[in-house]
């Protein structure tokens, strides 16, 4: 986690060789080091997403700045499911307007 040129706490999404929706969200809840009792679906993403009381504590107060990084792939395999997390990274940012959520052009390297 780093300081983005904003103030807000920048955290890494980095999705290299996530091939699925289980593995989506087991990268999301490592990097945003979710509860234990996060539900690994699509309603909890965006609800944990939105819920200050999960972020990590700098976040609530600077804002919090999602980088994902190394989406293509993903992409390309899994179109719906990835149509599905766009909408639902796009939920949580109207509803929380501390949240941002970036995806980078280019590779890890």
């Known amino acids: ?11 890494t999404l980095d999705l290299v060789d996530v091939t699925d929706k289980a593995g989506l969200m087991d990268r999301v809840a490592s990097a945003l080091a979710l509860p234990d009792w996060f539900g690994r679906n699509w309603d909890a993403l965006v609800d944990s997403l939105s819920d200050h009381t999960v972020w990590p504590e700098r976040a609530v107060e600077q804002g919090l700045l999602i980088v994902v990084r190394d989406w293509r792939p993903f992409a390309e395999q899994n179109p719906q499911e990835w149509g599905t997390a766009q909408d639902v990274f796009a939920e949580a940012v109207d509803r929380t307007p501390a949240l941002a959520v970036v995806l980078a052009l280019g590779g890890s390297s």
Do not use: I, P, Y
Request: hydrophobic share 45%; proline share 0%; charged share 25%.
């Open 1 to 11: 986690m780093s300081e983005d040129l904003t103030g807000r706490l920048a955290v």
